[in-house]
């Protein structure tokens, strides 16, 4: 091997033939040794489109990961996206009539009718003599609600009255349970009510088919061309409205194992068409996950979730009786996965975060009378890419019969219904070892060791970003018109190119604009720290604000 | 380049239509021929006295909207009256509506429910912390609140708009949560009944003016079992002798005009024959309050009067204005974080006879001082404890 030094002469060097290796200058360490025994090779990085793209989703949900607290991964899953993700809103109470086996498939749960018993087996006997002792004061509440003429306020046309006595019958009524229970277990008296909590969780469906508009974009762009009919993700929103809910310091154990076959391999619609076909709309929101309050609380996980079912007959009235059960499993999957959810996110798990140990939530839907009980347990809240299909777990709701708690006018109440919720509410939960592993140890942002004003800034900056304040310029539109004479038929190509779908130096798609870029906030000269600082540093998920 | 003409083309169609519409509409004017004839002695007639359609076109009315509710327009009547709403603010305060209600006022709560107002123990006070810092703070709800304005100290200058917790619903989840603390230290609270966003009507002859109270509470707590009378029939007999306020040269019914459309009908929250009120929990939901804690206190009085008398006229027996068994009735008054509390015994309805109803009060008490978020971390400064105690006291008395 012929070593050559670079001497004096620079221009030397271009008509030397530099094969072989140089020597390294004489300041660095050199190798005792450049060979090993066995090569080592580096790792074949697969070059393609498909590879590159996947490599880079890999590395966002990676950084999510490892973000120390909970706020600073939603605001992560925020940035890339200024003016919101294009997501479709799954609404518990807006079932669709068609829609059930997309729900399914887009929380990926398996429907179980009839609920656990074995669940319930060590809290049944207890329940039983709870319920004895509360029927009589069961009777009274169900006789003011029901039977004498309460004089309330107009709460406006249409279910919201029903809503309303539904609402004033589960206040009385948790209060009940709650002092019935009181003798028994100590959870409940800690617990704290929710009075129709604003609960909502985002997440990042996959396995979507592409869209028309998408298909001819890949297909006239020569290096996604091959990529024309690969399965897309699409972002979802969902939201739940529970009446009340009821908080506690410990989360529920598990139904069955994470890893039992109901777990693993049961069974899960599949899902072939977009999620517009069934009726759901999409809109411009930001990637929101709340659970009814801001991180900070301390009794974080769930005990039972009540709902009212005035939405039914509305749904009923369109569609049929027959079709009860439509509204009545889209409302409890979509509730209980979006509670469920947004619980996870703010343990450190989220939709590009898979969860160690299984979250269990408890609800009731009630008009006062009928009674449905349900339990699910979510075991992958990633559903993103290929997860959608090949995952190797699936969510569960055990969705229990209709039950009726008390018929009109005759005395005697339904003894079964009272002790499946006095069940609900003895159940126990459990203290976990490491039940938040993909948080720092300071978990939220209240102690995060980044500086008072920054903390301030960040926190107040999620917020608005939450609360849905609508932005003073929108999201640029190509009008109609443009669409017509700039876009399809081009017939003012003299016209100066300044809009963001026309080519030139400075253009900018809006989809693509990251919530980090945004021009630096200016400092007025009286509020300056440091009169040479004159911008405020810019948005950054790991450290909450940086000076690029 | 070719130079076009600028046409302005997209006005063309709107133009032609609007012409056809002025033009379609003919006027016929008096061409003073009909007057000339008649004067020459022609008969003149007018051509709809001749002609007549070829055929009935009936004109069918079709509801393209059906209303949901039909609208209950109040009519007029002659008697006016003077109705106190929630939104009422008494000019004089606390003696302007002791006119109102002829009620004597003692400044302090009564001793029975200032002796079971114990000292809150440490778990106690935690849990309070806890339930007002989710109601004020923790509370994920976010919706566009009223603007805020400082006129006195930055006078023109435009906050920015806040997305947050609504009164009304701090209100109200502090209130709940309250009131399942206070259940599990009163034995016996879960015969209690709770009715959520009650309306209470009734009307009262007072002087020579009709007068109707028509009041919002945000819960109305009842029990089984009444209240014991605190004062007995001889004391009650003794209030006779008090003197009332004179807030001359106004009237009692200050600031309240007397209106004509209103209804007769009286109606109390809880319409049960088994069920006695106990507390009633009033939320004062306007973010601005427009007076101050004199009308506040006074207010206190009037919903205490206004539920206590709505419920006797519909259950209890009463005898020229009086009552058999006096109706005693607890209030809780709350804004932000002040509260008002005071317990209330209605004696009579005569509202100017001699027998004198009674009302035990005391200052508001602040809950807290200052709830916010201070660098991200929840914190919540200036908690005071009594209020829970007092609370308590409310609570236990049965």
């Known amino acids: 091997m012929i070593k050559i030094r670079p001497v004096a002469a620079p221009s030397l060097l271009r008509f030397i033939k530099l094969e072989q290796v140089c020597t390294r200058p004489c300041h660095h360490a050199v190798a005792p040794n450049e060979y090993t025994d066995v090569p080592k090779y580096p790792p074949i990085v697969d070059m393609s489109r498909r590879a590159k793209k996947k490599r880079?989703?890999?590395?966002?949900?990676?950084?999510?990961?490892?973000?120390?607290?909970?706020?600073?991964?939603?605001?992560?899953?925020?940035?890339?996206?200024?003016?919101?993700?294009?997501?479709?809103?799954?609404?518990?109470?807006?079932?669709?009539?068609?829609?059930?086996?997309?729900?399914q498939y887009a929380t990926r749960t398996?429907?179980?009718?009839?609920?656990?018993?074995?669940?319930?087996s060590d809290v049944k006997n207890e329940a039983e003599r709870l319920t004895t002792a509360v029927t009589d004061k069961v009777e009274h509440l169900i006789h003011l609600n029901y039977n004498c003429p309460l004089s309330r306020r107009s709460f406006g046309p249409g279910r919201a009255s029903e809503r309303h006595s539904t609402q004033n019958f589960l206040l009385g009524l948790h209060r009940l349970m709650a002092s019935t229970v009181d003798s028994t277990v100590q959870h409940i008296k800690e617990s704290v009510v929710d009075m129709q909590p604003r609960v909502e969780a985002f997440w990042i469906l996959g396995g979507l088919p592409p869209d028309e508009m998408l298909r001819k974009t890949r297909k006239n762009y020569e290096p996604s061309k091959e990529l024309e009919n690969d399965l897309i993700d699409r972002t979802m929103q969902g939201v739940s409205t529970p009446r009340l809910g009821v908080r506690v310091t410990d989360g529920l154990p598990e139904v069955v194992s994470r890893d039992d076959p109901l777990a693993t391999s049961a069974f899960v619609p599949d899902n072939k068409l977009d999620p517009r076909a069934f009726g759901f709309r999409f809109q411009h929101k930001p990637a929101t996950t709340v659970t009814g309050f801001w991180p900070g609380e301390k009794k974080e996980h769930s005990q039972l979730w009540l709902h009212s079912r005035e939405f039914i007959t509305k749904f009923v009235e369109e569609y049929g009786e027959h079709n009860t059960d439509v509204a009545l499993h889209h409302m409890m999957i979509i509730s209980s996965f979006t509670q469920a959810l947004a619980h996870a996110a703010y343990l450190g798990f989220g939709p590009v975060t898979e969860l160690t140990y299984p979250l269990v939530q408890q609800s009731a839907i009630t008009d006062g009378q009928r009674w449905n009980f349900s339990?699910?347990?979510?075991?992958?809240?990633?559903?993103?890419?290929?997860?959608?299909?090949?995952?190797?777990?699936?969510?569960?709701?055990?969705?229990?019969?209709?039950?009726?708690?008390?018929?009109?006018?005759?005395?005697g109440l339904n003894a079964e219904v009272l002790t499946a919720l006095i069940s609900m509410y003895l159940k126990k939960g459990i203290e976990r070892d490491n039940p938040t592993p993909h948080l720092g140890s300071y978990k939220h942002l209240a102690d995060h060791p980044a500086s008072e004003e920054y903390r301030e800034m960040f926190q107040s900056h999620l917020h608005d970003l939450f609360s849905g304040r609508g932005r003073h310029f929108m999201k640029p539109e190509m009008y109609l018109w443009e669409k017509i004479y700039k876009k399809d038929f081009n017939t003012r190509f003299f016209e100066a190119r300044r809009r963001f779908f026309e080519n030139h130096y400075k253009q900018k798609d809006p989809g693509q604009r990251r919530l980090d870029e945004y021009s630096p906030i200016y400092i007025p000269k009286a509020k300056r720290k440091d009169r040479r600082v004159k911008y405020k540093p810019m948005l950054d998920s790991e450290e909450l604000y940086k000076y690029h | 380049m070719r130079v076009t003409e600028l046409r302005f083309a997209q006005n063309i169609g709107s133009h032609f239509k609007a012409l056809w519409l002025i033009q379609g509409k003919k006027r016929v004017s008096d061409t003073g021929a009909a007057?000339?004839?008649?004067?020459?002695?022609?008969?003149?007639?007018?051509?709809?006295?001749?002609?007549?359609?070829?055929?009935?076109?009936?004109?069918?009315?079709?509801?393209?909207?059906?209303?949901?509710?039909?609208?209950?327009?109040?009519?007029?009547?002659?008697?006016?009256?003077?109705?106190?709403?929630?939104?009422?603010?008494?000019?004089?305060?606390?003696?302007?509506?002791?006119?109102?209600?002829?009620?004597?006022?003692?400044?302090?709560?009564?001793?029975?429910?200032?002796?079971?107002?114990?000292?809150?123990?440490?778990?106690?006070?935690?849990?309070?912390?806890?339930?007002?810092?989710?109601?004020?703070?923790?509370?994920?709800?976010?919706?566009?609140?009223?603007?805020?304005?400082?006129?006195?100290n930055r006078p023109g200058w435009i906050y920015k708009r806040e997305y947050g917790i609504p009164v009304a619903r701090r209100h109200k989840t502090l209130t709940y949560q309250l009131l399942?603390?206070?259940?599990?230290?009163?034995?016996?609270?879960?015969?209690?009944?709770?009715?959520?966003?009650?309306?209470?009507?009734?009307?009262?002859?007072?002087?020579?003016?009709?007068?109707?109270?028509?009041?919002?509470?945000?819960?109305?707590?009842?029990?089984?079992?009444?209240?014991?009378?605190?004062l007995d029939n001889e004391e009650v007999k003794s209030l006779e002798e008090e003197t009332m306020p004179d807030i001359y040269p106004l009237s009692p019914f200050i600031n309240c005009r007397a209106i004509g459309n209103y209804s007769l009908e009286d109606s109390y929250g809880v319409g049960s024959g088994h069920l006695h009120p106990h507390t009633i929990f009033i939320h004062h939901n306007q973010s601005r309050m427009p007076h101050s804690e004199e009308h506040f206190n006074g207010m206190t009085l009037?919903?205490?009067?206004?539920?206590?008398?709505?419920?006797?006229?519909?259950?209890?027996?009463?005898?020229?204005?009086?009552?058999?068994?006096?109706?005693?009735?607890?209030?809780?008054?709350?804004?932000?974080?002040?509260?008002?509390?005071?317990?209330?015994?209605?004696?009579?309805?005569?509202?100017?006879?001699?027998?004198?109803?009674i009302f035990w009060?005391?200052?508001?008490?602040?809950?807290?001082?200052?709830?916010?978020?201070?660098?991200?971390?929840?914190?919540?400064?200036?908690?005071?404890?009594?209020?829970?105690?007092?609370?308590?006291?409310?609570?236990?008395q049965c």
Request: with cysteine.
């Open chain 2, 302 to 357: 009037l919903y205490a009067f206004s539920h206590a008398a709505a419920y006797a006229k519909q259950i209890a027996k009463i005898e020229n204005g009086n009552l058999e068994k006096p109706v005693v009735v607890q209030v809780v008054h709350m804004h932000k974080q002040h509260f008002h509390m005071g317990v209330f015994q209605l004696n009579t309805l005569n509202l100017t006879g001699l027998s004198k109803n």
């Open chain 1, 110 to 120: 398996h429907v179980v009718n009839g609920l656990p018993e074995e669940y319930y």
């Open chain 1, 375 to 411: 339990v699910y347990q979510l075991n992958t809240c990633t559903l993103h890419s290929d997860l959608a299909t090949n995952n190797p777990h699936n969510n569960i709701l055990w969705l229990g019969e209709e039950q009726v708690l008390f018929e009109n006018g005759v005395k």
């Open chain 2, 35 to 152: 007057a000339i004839l008649r004067a020459k002695g022609v008969p003149v007639v007018h051509p709809q006295e001749v002609l007549s359609p070829a055929y009935d076109r009936p004109f069918e009315k079709v509801d393209l909207l059906p209303r949901l509710e039909p609208v209950k327009e109040l009519e007029e009547k002659q008697t006016l009256c003077h109705v106190f709403t929630n939104k009422f603010s008494p000019v004089m305060g606390v003696s302007q509506v002791q006119l109102i209600t002829n009620s004597v006022v003692r400044s302090g709560l009564p001793e029975t429910v200032l002796e079971r107002a114990v000292e809150n123990t440490a778990e106690e006070d935690e849990k309070v912390k806890e339930a007002i810092l989710h109601a004020y703070l923790l509370d994920s709800k976010q919706i566009k609140l009223t603007r805020v304005l400082d006129v006195i």
């Open chain 2, 180 to 230: 399942l603390l206070l259940d599990h230290l009163v034995p016996g609270a879960a015969e209690r009944q709770l009715v959520e966003d009650t309306i209470t009507t009734a009307n009262f002859n007072h002087s020579d003016r009709l007068i109707q109270t028509k009041h919002r509470a945000a819960f109305i707590l009842s029990s089984p079992n009444p209240l014991p009378q605190l």
């Open chain 2, 361 to 396: 009060t005391q200052p508001w008490e602040p809950l807290f001082g200052k709830c916010c978020f201070q660098a991200a971390k929840p914190v919540l400064e200036g908690y005071n404890p009594k209020v829970f105690s007092l609370l308590k006291g409310l609570h236990a």
């Open chain 1, 56 to 103: 880079l989703k890999t590395a966002w949900h990676d950084k999510i990961t490892k973000l120390p607290t909970v706020e600073q991964k939603l605001m992560e899953l925020n940035l890339p996206k200024y003016y919101g993700y294009w997501s479709g809103h799954l609404i518990d109470v807006c079932p669709k009539l068609l829609g059930l086996n997309f729900i």
